[in-house]
């Protein structure tokens, strides 16, 4: 590849001019909030702005602008180079790099002299950061933030790091600098190849190796997965651990479709290993981002919605799975934790909380030994034993409750009942969380993102369908409510919601996301208006996102150096491959061959994408045992039709589509299936039925008698 010509000279860059390891320039930590009412010594354009992020910097001595065309054009009018500096609201090393560097006047005087300075959130333009963080791999192996690239006025780039201290920042800046005015066409010919690497990683999504999407390419592939387990706590293998929710997916989904019973222990090694570590939130609910150690003990403190929302599903799923009271638990904790830390006085739900409290991190979520013993009283030794409260898990002092053992467990171990510790445990949470709430609270995003927000209507309804709550249902609708009244303007969707923001882009992630989540409503509720959202939704997709590749664009503009399709998992779904997901259900629910046949041909573009890297193609892999395996459309009719699948939505059934009605209807899998004064279950391939039947125990006992779901009544 003709990048690789080029390759050398900007990892001795990045060699020379960056002082931290990758590890260190990779943590994330401290979120800040909007600026605070009062006179600065220095403003600049990013005053205007509602992202908190963008505000952080908004009393900078840098000349800071926000990415927009006016920025592009004064940098070619002037021919300067451009600093382009992509962070987020609760990144650590994003507010180190300011303190050092963006705040200091000898930095700024530098930037503003020399440079158009542009800064970005990447929750606002995940495509900026997608398009440079893609560079920043290529030259340096790994990504990061703060991003910080140098570009041309044109936006090629010729620089990428990410933090960087004070003196080697300025080494940089005067570096490139001095460069572009000696001799510019070097750096645009650096520029040119660079951004020809980029474009050839995005054609590379798109070759088609033609892959047999079979059996066996799946089973291939879970085994090449399971090399990388951790089989003693759970996870994959490594230092730090993510939670992974769409590999674990997947994992599932195989694991009960071919009856697997090593992928299944798997999994739920791995979600027992995560409720008892530090990495779930034990006193206050929900998740935290990932875990520093092997172990699950110590997590980044960083809550994330999108974390949140999947791991609901998740857990939801789990539960249906494996009815295991503890699952329950963490459902009712997490949506506590949602509805009290994380919702708005609007409706819709905030990006992020804070991991630093006075950029100490982890400050509000930790005690001290005597803050517990005054908390607890005599309660102190059990705690302290049920919590790993030792002091070989003391850092700075301070603790993290976590377990290691389960309540049952250590209840047997102690000579205590199950219900009396379960009752302290209760009473534990409600004082410790108490005195946590006067605490000083870590500060929030308050951006309403679409996608994610999407996210968590689907872990709503999932939570309903394990829990069969029409509370968590009510959520459900309410936040979809409000992202169809705030984030769906003139038939278009946006990707944030707040107040007086001037941002209006809009990217793959949103639309793909609503639909799913429109669907997943539909699906409990019959109501015909989420499947109409739906299919306009699904419209919009295939008229602003369609590629001559075969797969959907990242986004429906082409302002930026290439253009983005991106296959992968990462933090959030594959938007591509939640869109086949669509398409698919879509195709089924209205006997739509088209669908059917987009969907599928999605699937073969990625097939040699999975088969090398599975852990990243969760969302594929599940596609492809929709393919691989028998797929069931499972369509419930008549007055008690609501009941039978509230019945049925108890067990987790993959690789089928469960659709109702209690009125006679036109669609195609429901026509003709009505009888007054009768409800019937109806299982289904391709629109072909078989005879009716009346109970949710005979659906079960027939799915049985096919050996590969490993369901019993």
Request: overall charge negative; proline content about 3%.
């Amino acid at each position: 590849m003709r990048y690789l010509r080029w390759i050398q000279f900007l990892v001795i860059c990045n060699v020379l001019f960056t002082c931290k390891d990758a590890n260190q320039k990779n943590k994330e930590v401290l979120a800040t909030d909007a600026f605070s009412e009062e006179k600065f010594e220095y403003t600049n354009e990013l005053a205007g702005e509602t992202s908190p992020y963008l505000l952080q910097h908004a009393h900078n001595p840098v000349n800071w602008k926000p990415w927009d065309d006016k920025a592009f054009e004064l940098a070619k009018e002037n021919n300067q180079l451009i600093v382009l500096s992509v962070g987020y609201s609760s990144c650590h090393w994003c507010h180190v790099m300011e303190e050092e560097s963006f705040e200091d006047t000898q930095v700024a005087k530098l930037m503003n002299d020399s440079f158009v300075s542009i800064k970005v959130d990447r929750e606002e333009r995940p495509d900026v950061d997608t398009i440079y963080q893609t560079a920043l791999e290529l030259v340096n192996g790994s990504g990061g933030w703060p991003l910080n690239a140098i570009l041309l006025p044109n936006g090629k780039p010729v620089y990428l790091g990410t933090y960087h201290d004070k003196e080697s920042w300025l080494a940089i800046l005067s570096k490139f600098s001095s460069e572009y005015n000696n001799n510019p066409q070097q750096l645009e010919q650096y520029a040119e190849l660079l951004t020809n690497g980029v474009q050839e990683v995005y054609g590379n999504a798109t070759i088609n190796q033609n892959e047999s999407i079979n059996k066996e390419l799946i089973q291939s592939s879970v085994l090449k997965i399971s090399k990388l387990w951790d089989k003693e706590w759970g996870g994959n293998l490594g230092d730090q651990k993510f939670i992974m929710p769409s590999e674990l997916n997947f994992l599932l989904d195989y694991a009960i479709i071919a009856d697997n019973p090593e992928v299944r222990e798997h999994i739920k090694n791995t979600l027992d290993h995560i409720l008892l570590g530090g990495i779930h939130d034990h006193i206050g609910g929900g998740f935290f981002r990932y875990s520093t150690d092997n172990q699950w003990k110590y997590p980044h403190f960083e809550k994330m919605l999108y974390d949140n929302a999947q791991l609901l599903s998740l857990y939801s799923k789990a539960y249906r799975v494996f009815k295991d009271p503890a699952y329950k638990d963490v459902i009712e904790s997490t949506l506590e934790f949602l509805s009290a830390d994380m919702k708005g006085d609007q409706g819709g739900y905030f990006s992020a909380i804070d991991a630093d409290v006075n950029g100490k991190e982890g400050e509000y979520y930790t005690w001290t030994n005597a803050q517990l013993k005054k908390v607890l009283g005599t309660d102190f030794a059990l705690f302290s034993k049920f919590y790993s409260i030792h002091k070989e898990n003391s850092k700075d002092g301070k603790y993290l409750p976590f377990n290691r053992m389960a309540v049952s467990d250590f209840a047997n171990s102690n000579s205590i009942s199950v219900s009396e510790l379960q009752n302290k445990i209760s009473k534990w949470k409600t004082s410790l969380l108490k005195v946590r709430r006067e605490r000083i609270q870590p500060k929030k995003d308050d951006k309403i993102i679409t996608s994610w927000n999407a996210l968590l209507v689907k872990g709503y309804v999932d939570a309903y369908t394990a829990l069969g709550d029409d509370e968590i249902l009510q959520k459900a609708k309410s936040t979809f409510d409000f992202l169809i009244k705030n984030n769906y303007k003139s038939k278009k969707l946006v990707h944030i919601f707040k107040k007086d923001s001037k941002v209006k882009d809009v990217f793959l992630e949103d639309y793909a996301f609503m639909i799913q989540s429109a669907l997943a409503l539909y699906k409990v509720t019959f109501d015909l208006n989420y499947l109409n959202i739906a299919k306009e939704l699904n419209q919009k997709v295939i008229a602003d996102f369609s590629d001559s590749s075969g797969l959907l664009t990242f986004s429906s503009t082409d302002e930026l150096i290439t253009k983005i399709i991106r296959a992968d998992d990462g933090v959030l779904p594959s938007a591509n491959a939640i869109m086949a997901q669509n398409l698919l259900e879509l195709g089924h629910i209205n006997y739509d061959k088209t669908l059917l046949k987009q969907s599928k041909e999605m699937v073969s573009l990625v097939s040699s994408q999975f088969k090398d890297y599975p852990q990243n193609f969760g969302n594929w892999g599940v596609l492809m045992l929709n393919t691989s395996y028998p797929y069931f459309e499972i369509v419930v009719t008549g007055t008690n039709a609501n009941a039978l699948i509230t019945q049925l939505n108890t067990y987790y059934i993959p690789n089928t589509l469960l659709i109702g009605s209690t009125v006679e209807s036109e669609m195609p899998l429901l026509k003709n299936r009505y009888v007054e004064g009768e409800t019937y279950i109806y299982m289904c391939q391709d629109n072909t039925c078989k005879m009716p039947i009346k109970t949710t125990e005979t659906v079960l006992l027939q799915f049985n008698k096919l050996g590969y779901f490993g369901l019993n009544p």
